[in-house]
């Protein structure tokens, strides 16, 4: 995997709260690319528990964890539609080129994205391989009819996904920096579970 000297990921997140996957999955990123830029953003495909304010609050928190000088939230990338975040991603970095960052069990939504085609024009699809959600070649395959070029990232990350955490609020599976706001405001029900 060869990555351009101005390219940026860009990983949006429903952040639905970040897990200790996220937290991997940033890591690793800030290892192979020059810029890494996160938001929370609303997912059309999926039902939120808590508001997006409180879910941005929450990967703040997670970005400051890291703290590492290539990682940025950038909150105004927010949409629910990805060509939309790719068009203020060229307003801000004109120069850039872009690596859409995805976890494997979302490869099979892209080609059903809003203007599909020309997301996959304009960015590389970078798939985070996430135990537990093998990729099939039919799916790259049905990217890469679209035109998608596509980097299947050198990682895998952890199997620690926010719906198993919705499902059964516990401490372990996120950042113990979250912890404290998601006590504090009974997020998820969390409070309750102790």
Same mark, same amino acid.
């Given at each position: 995997?060869?990555?351009?000297?101005?390219?940026?990921?860009?990983?949006? $997140?429903?952040?639905?709260?970040?897990?200790?996957?996220?937290?991997?999955?940033?890591?690793?990123?800030?290892?192979?690319?020059?810029?890494?830029?996160?938001?929370?953003?609303?997912?059309?495909?999926?039902?939120?528990?808590?508001?997006?304010?409180?879910? !941005?609050?929450?990967?703040?928190?997670?970005?400051?964890?890291?703290?590492?000088?290539?990682?940025?939230?950038?909150?105004?990338?927010?949409?629910?539609?990805?060509?939309? !975040?790719?068009?203020?991603?060229?307003?801000?970095?004109?120069?850039?080129?872009?690596?859409?960052?995805?976890?494997?069990?979302?490869?099979?939504?892209?080609?059903?994205?809003?203007?599909?085609?020309?997301?996959?024009?304009?960015? $590389?699809?970078?798939?985070?391989?996430?135990?537990?959600?093998?990729?099939?070649?039919?799916?790259?395959?049905?990217?890469?009819?679209?035109?998608?070029?596509?980097?299947?990232?050198?990682?895998? $990350?952890?199997?620690?996904?926010?719906?198993?955490?919705?499902?059964?609020?516990?401490?372990?599976?996120?950042?113990?920096?979250?912890?404290?706001?998601?006590?504090?405001?009974?997020?998820?029900?969390?409070?309750?579970?102790?």
């Amino acid at each position: 995997m060869k990555i351009k000297i101005n390219s940026i990921a860009l990983f949006g $997140t429903s952040a639905d709260p970040p897990t200790l996957g996220h937290e991997a999955l940033l890591r690793e990123l800030t290892k192979i690319f020059p810029k890494v830029i996160t938001w929370a953003s609303d997912n059309p495909d999926k039902k939120h528990q808590i508001p997006l304010l409180k879910r !941005t609050q929450l990967l703040k928190i997670l970005v400051k964890k890291i703290s590492h000088p290539k990682l940025e939230l950038v909150q105004e990338l927010s949409s629910p539609r990805t060509i939309h !975040t790719l068009k203020k991603a060229f307003q801000l970095w004109p120069e850039a080129s872009f690596s859409f960052v995805i976890g494997s069990d979302l490869a099979v939504q892209v080609p059903k994205w809003l203007n599909a085609k020309s997301i996959l024009n304009k960015a $590389t699809i970078a798939i985070a391989m996430r135990d537990g959600w093998p990729i099939s070649e039919k799916q790259l395959e049905a990217i890469k009819k679209l035109g998608g070029e596509i980097d299947l990232l050198p990682f895998n $990350t952890p199997e620690s996904s926010s719906s198993k955490f919705r499902e059964s609020p516990q401490e372990v599976l996120v950042p113990k920096e979250l912890v404290p706001l998601l006590l504090q405001e009974n997020l998820y029900g969390l409070a309750d579970n102790r």
